[in-house]
């Protein structure tokens, strides 16, 4: 190829951008956590997580900890269709879209367990480039499905067709170990009532389906004498279902059906009683799962008609989809949390969640939400349903500032927001180790195995304070030393150490200070030099004034249109 690029892929302007992501603490705000004054059961659960701030540098700060750990992952993220929500900004390039959701998507996929999934509700605006994108990220051996959620419930008599669903795509991190795992859905009562009992079988009510299977396989090719002597043999084209030993033990337990008068062609009995369930397919009807009005109409009942959530999901469509992918005490995802429907679901169904939400109803509206389903004044949604009372908790994190800042030379130092307990903390991560400080060991500030640590100071460490270190340490262990300065020449002296200074060792590892990496408009890049206008847009020299005319001066054509090597699709 030209440009030598070998597969099949879909580019974008900005896809080789990748942002070199600080792994933050997360700090804990006790005052605004909250969980019930009592235990409940055993069962109850504690240690959910609120995460206010954007979720890019949230995920990265939850990857150390829950790299391959999440069970379900679902997201609501923004549609990018270009309308002005009060909530928050949903009008985003199309190119700068989905660089953004493939960092996101990249880190979500790194925390999923083998057989976890991950649930994207999209609408036709964005979904057919997340489907690709998804595929590069996931592989597209890994793609479950794209389920079809009839979210309203009559057409809308402004559009032209309006949309009546949304797409929700499936993901799972391992086909084969996802699908091992997946439940059943119970049957609705309209599928129960299709069976029926003519011939008063014991074993009860029953469907039938014909004996006969496509294909020819030789030894499924015998004929078959009715009660009433009729003779059948396979159709053109196709043989019997089973070989003739299995086909006369079916017979002789009265499982085949052949008509009431008993000269049917043959038929095999299903029956209600031995049905464990359902295999859920695409096409989920809002009367199974609920709708967009449903969704409004619980937040409604949450927040007041004057403060409801502007884009909710029912709680229904999020209790399918937990229900199908996970069992009790899963941990769940959300990272575009939004009103918190998901956290509130998950809470209700006895799985663990964390949920990730960078706009201001985090405070207004997850936390009160959040507090009612705890406190059991939360009666809506499911709560009836799932036979939900109350118990549990949460905890609140805010991401921990950056751990870099200038001082007055533009030097990088440590930022002056770090006590030594956060340093401690924020460099185990940045080294791999787990931050666990030890009670009896002054420098066991964390783990990577059961005989390397890390010890955090700020000090200039003597000689002599190194010797005592490699002491204590001693030789079948290791120390990672992360230090303000140290006075010694030959660190060989010490085998059993290494020492690095701070901030220098970590210096390259990531931009530091840079806190907003949100799916907001403002902080679009500035608009392209001259060659990255896209022809067809006139160059007026005139800077664009509203975002509306800024978004037609650098009009984002379709990625097909582009050249080859310029962003266009291959
Ligand atoms: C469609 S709403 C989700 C609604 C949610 N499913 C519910 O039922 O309430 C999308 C949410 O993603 C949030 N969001 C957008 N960009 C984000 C980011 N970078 N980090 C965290 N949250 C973000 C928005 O503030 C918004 O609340």
């Not at 004054?37 to 954007?54: A, W």
């Not at 230090?483 to 220098?504: M, Q, S």
Request: include cysteine; glycine fraction near 8%; charge should be neutral.
């Amino acid at each position: 190829m030209a440009n030598g690029k070998t597969k099949l892929e879909l580019t974008w302007i900005g896809k080789d951008n990748r942002p070199k992501l600080e792994p933050r603490i997360l700090v804990e705000d006790t005052a605004k956590s909250h969980h019930a004054p009592f235990r409940t059961g055993k069962n109850d659960i504690f240690d959910n997580r609120l995460i206010f701030g954007d979720n890019l540098l949230a995920l990265k700060a939850l990857e150390q900890e829950f790299a391959g750990k999440i069970k379900c992952i679902y997201i609501d993220p923004p549609y990018n269709t270009g309308s002005a929500f009060t909530h928050y900004d949903d009008g985003i390039e199309h190119s700068l879209w989905l660089s953004l959701m493939r960092d996101r998507l990249e880190l979500l996929r790194r925390l999923l367990i083998k057989d976890g999934s991950l649930w994207i509700t999209i609408d036709d605006n964005e979904c057919h480039y997340l489907k690709v994108l998804c595929d590069e990220i996931f592989g597209r051996n890994n793609f479950v499905a794209n389920v079809v959620w009839q979210k309203r419930i009559q057409p809308d008599m402004r559009a032209t067709i309006g949309a009546g669903h949304d797409h929700i795509l499936v993901f799972s991190k391992d086909l084969s170990a996802f699908k091992s795992n997946i439940k059943l859905l119970e049957q609705t009562d309209e599928q129960s009532n299709r069976y029926k009992n003519p011939d008063n079988d014991p074993r009860g009510p029953w469907v039938s389906a014909d004996f006969m299977a496509k294909g020819y396989r030789p030894n499924q090719m015998y004929e078959i004498v009715t009660p009433s002597v009729k003779k059948y043999v396979p159709r053109p084209g196709s043989c019997w279902r089973n070989v003739e030993p299995v086909y006369k033990q079916l017979v002789e337990e009265a499982r085949i059906w052949f008509g009431k008068d008993g000269s049917s062609v043959p038929r095999k009995k299903t029956y209600l009683s031995e049905i464990e369930g359902m295999a859920a397919w695409s096409w989920w009807p809002n009367a199974d799962v609920g709708h967009n009005q449903e969704a409004k109409k619980e937040s409604n009942a949450l927040f007041g008609v004057e403060n409801a959530f502007e884009t909710p999901k029912p709680e229904r469509l999020i209790r399918r989809i937990i229900y199908l992918s996970t069992n009790p005490g899963d941990l769940v995802l959300d990272s575009f949390a939004g009103s918190g429907t998901t956290g509130a679901v998950a809470h209700k169904m006895g799985r663990r969640w964390i949920m990730v939400e960078l706009g201001e109803h985090c405070h207004t509206h997850i936390i009160p939400r959040l507090k009612k389903v705890i406190d059991g004044e939360d009666k809506g949604g499911i709560t009836e349903a799932v036979g939900w009372k109350a118990g549990g908790g949460f905890r609140y994190y805010r991401l921990g500032p950056s751990l870099l800042q200038k001082d007055e030379f533009g030097n990088w130092v440590i930022s002056k927001e770090y006590n030594p307990a956060m340093l401690a903390e924020a460099m185990c991560k940045l080294e791999g180790f787990t931050y666990a400080p030890s009670d009896t060991a002054y420098w066991r500030h964390g783990h990577s195995t059961e005989t390397d640590f890390i010890y955090v100071t700020t000090q200039t460490l003597t000689r002599e304070q190194l010797q005592k270190l490699s002491d204590e340490v001693g030789e079948s262990r290791s120390l990672l030393i992360m230090c303000g300065a140290f006075r010694v020449k030959n660190l060989d002296e010490f085998p059993n150490l290494t020492v690095k200074k701070i901030p220098k060792a970590v210096l390259n590892r990531c931009e530091w200070g840079k806190d907003d990496y949100s799916l907001e408009i403002q902080n679009l890049p500035m608009k392209a030099p001259e060659e990255d206008i896209v022809a067809g847009a006139p160059a007026t020299g005139k800077k664009p004034r509203s975002k509306a005319e800024r978004r037609a001066s650098v009009q984002q054509p379709s990625l097909f249109d582009l050249p080859a090597g310029k962003g266009g699709a291959k």
